[in-house]
Structure formats: C-alpha cells, structure tokens
C-alpha cells in the first residue's frame, strides 16, 4: 500500500443551490502526489442504529473479483455479493469510482461491505458512501444479520444519560417501550455503561419513557418502529428553563422583529432572537444560571444575530439592558433555577 500522509480541516463550502454545507477536506499524499479529497461533513439525524441501509439501494458483503484501472485514476470493481441484506440478489456487480486514490486500497480478493446506490454505472464515491473494508464492518454487519433474521420486527436500543455536563450513563435504570394506543408495554434495564436493547419490537409507534431514578427524571421521546429497522435512541433530560417577556414603546404599541439576545452573566455564552408580531419573545430549554438580556433598541450597525459559547466569545452589542438602562454594569442579573418559567420581563422602550 503506498505510504499517505494526511491532514484533515473543516470547510465551509457553498453548494449550487447556494446553500452553505459542511465538507472535510483531506490532503494526501500518493505514490509522491498530492491529492485532495473531499467527504461530506453532513450527518443524518436518522437514529439508525449506524447501518444507514435504508439510505442506499443494495448493502451486502461482498468479493472484489477483478479491479480495472480507468482514467484519471478511477478504477471499474467487479464485485460478487456473498451476502445481502438489502436490495436484489444478483451474481455480480460491477460498479465504478470516484476519488478512489482517497479510499482504502481496492484488491481483488478483498472482501468489503458495500453500500451502493442505482445507476448507470453505479458509482462507488468517496464524497458520500459508507463502504468499508470487511474487517472494519463488523458491528454493522452484527445489526444487519439480525434485522434480517428479525423479518418485519424491529430493533430499539440506545442510552440513557445524566443531565449533568460530561453527560455519563446511568446504570440500573429501567426503559419501558409503551406501544401506542393501546398501550403494551416493554421493558429493560440499563447496563454499567448505560446502554440498553430491547429484544425484537413490533412494528409500531412507542412513547419510550425511564422511570425515575432517585430525583432525576429523563425525558421521554416517541419513535415509529418500521420492519427491518433499528432505533439507537439516547434518553437523558434537557434543560426545560425558560425567559419570555415582551418589548412595548411607552405608548403600548408592541415592538416587533426586534434582536433581543440572552447573556450569560459571564460572558461565556450568548444567545439571540427576535420579537414577534405582537413584541414578544422567549428563549426556551434554558440551563440554569446567571444572565442579562439586552436589546438591539436603538438598532446598531454592528448588530449580529446567532450563538456562541467560550472564553472570549464575541456577544452582539446591545443598546439597552433590561430593566431598561444602556449601560451593562447597571443591567439586572436575572437568576434562572432549574425548570423555572420567568415570564414577564418585559421592556418598555421610548418612542423613536
């Protein structure tokens, strides 16, 4: 295998569409080259469990039964599948590559797991595929073997955690999976690592719940459990704080679409929104803490919307502070508990 060197940054790149899209640049070295490789940054927020096959037409185990070199690099893969989990049976495949210098090294012999998508020819891309060598696949091919031999049944697994920061597993807790709308119920118990499975489901949609251990409560979440389909599903508690008020000139008339942004008292972390048709506003799942709220009344240049945590961390400039002063060391400190509702800090502002 050629000796490589690589070195990974984050880019933000902009689509055709003109939309903005996080990609991983790679630069390697091949054979005394350089070469740059692209990869999506992009993750599916499908809890599936990490098998992705529902993303892709064909997924089986496969041979490399012959490998040709192309242009620029490329190679066409003649594959024969061993075992499928996915997609239509078939004696060979024969699939072609993009940025193949940028993938593990393709031998005919070589035994892989395959994720392909339909086309003429299909095409084996390194930007967007989760093909991987055989040894590498273990865990996924574990969960597809057992989707399949599950037939129309489904698997619910995931983790339930603490709240607190550097969010740790919880063991001993119980899950229960209540079947809608009728209600039957399943349940298991977390392991040391709190980690959780529960034998094949039905299909079905589950209002998954943990009871409560000691105090703590985890949140409960809802799921629609398809055949053939795997759920990872971590269950912890979010914070459920909140401050809502309203922004009126003092002759009550409301102040809409007005950048109003949440401080931790800090520094470290900010937040911002805007006013409603109806002047109101409100920053929901809130941890607790000590904040100050500001307000772009009268509007500045240097004004940005958005949200940052850190040391030093820049924080958009407010021109007043609630109660209603313009200098910061004046503003109220507003002390925020655990799932508490402050809503009415309202503002009143002059009129322009």
Known sequence: MHQKSLLSVLALVFLCQGKVAAQIITVKTVGGRTVECMHTGLRSTVKDCGIHANWYNYVFVGLISKVTPLDNDEKEIQIAPEEVFWGESTTSVNVVTSQANCMHELKAGDKWLFYLRKGNPIVLDYYANDSVPFSDAQEQIATLRQLKANGDAGILRGRVLTQSAGKQGVPNAQVVAIRQPKGEQFARVTGPDGRYEFEPLPVGTYKVVVRPIGSYQPDDDEINLLGGSCIDLTLSRSPHAWITGNVNRSDGTPVPNLGV?????????????????????????????????????????????????????????????????????????????????????????PLP
């Open 261 to 349: 942004v949440l401080i931790r008292s800090d520094n470290s972390w900010y937040m911002t929104t805007q006013t409603d048709e109806s002047g109101k506003f409100t920053f929901d799942s809130q941890d607790p803490g000590e904040y100050v709220l500001g307000l772009n009344y009268p509007a500045r240049a240097d004004w940005f919307d958005g949200g940052g945590a850190g040391a030093g961390v820049k924080v958009p400039p407010a021109s007043l502070f609630y109660p209603g002063v313009s200098d910061r060391s004046n503003a109220h400190i507003i002390q925020l508990a655990s799932d508490e509702k402050l809503d009415k800090i309202d503002f009143v502002v």
